[in-house]
């Protein structure tokens, strides 16, 4: 009786990391990310040639909720650029100050990514 019990469970559990697959696999086709900061180089949206003084961000949060898609945002705290900068969590502070504030309340999620750097 036990061992049914333990196996029913365990199908059970697999159910579940199905399910949480799925979920996964359908935000990230419902909800599209965009990359906000990335880490280990200088490059920035901002000091693109092409970009000028366009606010990519904006254009693309707006853009999603024209086709009905909720936006996300990726964010990554390693932050290399700024690695020797006794001011980096507070800059990276009012970066995410200005995602959650300046583009809307329906932003779907924000990924963060800290490759082992340490929290705010």
């Keep these: 009786m036990?061992?049914?019990?333990?196996?029913?469970?365990l199908v059970l559990l697999e159910l579940v990391v199905l399910l949480?697959?799925?979920v996964?696999?359908?935000?990230?086709?419902?909800?599209?990310?965009?990359?906000?900061?990335?880490?280990d180089s200088n490059f920035t949206i901002a000091h693109s040639p092409t970009v000028g003084h366009?606010?990519?961000?904006?254009?693309?949060?707006?853009?999603c909720?024209?086709?009905?898609?909720k936006p996300g945002l990726y964010f990554t705290t390693t932050d290399?650029?700024?690695k020797d900068n006794p001011n980096k969590a507070q800059i990276q502070l009012?970066?995410?100050?200005?995602?959650?504030?300046?583009?809307?309340?329906?932003?779907?999620y924000f990924w963060f990514d800290h490759?082992?750097?340490?929290?705010?």
């Design 80 to 82: 290399s650029y700024n």
């Design 24 to 39: 996964l696999m359908l935000l990230l086709v419902l909800v599209l990310p965009l990359t906000t900061m990335f880490d």
């Design 65 to 69: 909720r024209k086709q009905g898609i």
């Design 2 to 9: 036990l061992v049914q019990v333990v196996l029913v469970l």
């Design 94 to 108: 009012q970066q995410m100050t200005e995602l959650t504030t300046q583009y809307g309340s329906d932003i779907a």
């Design 115 to 120: 490759h082992g750097a340490p929290l705010w």
């Design 20 to 22: 949480m697959v799925v």
């Design 54 to 63: 366009r606010d990519l961000v904006r254009e693309f949060t707006d853009a």
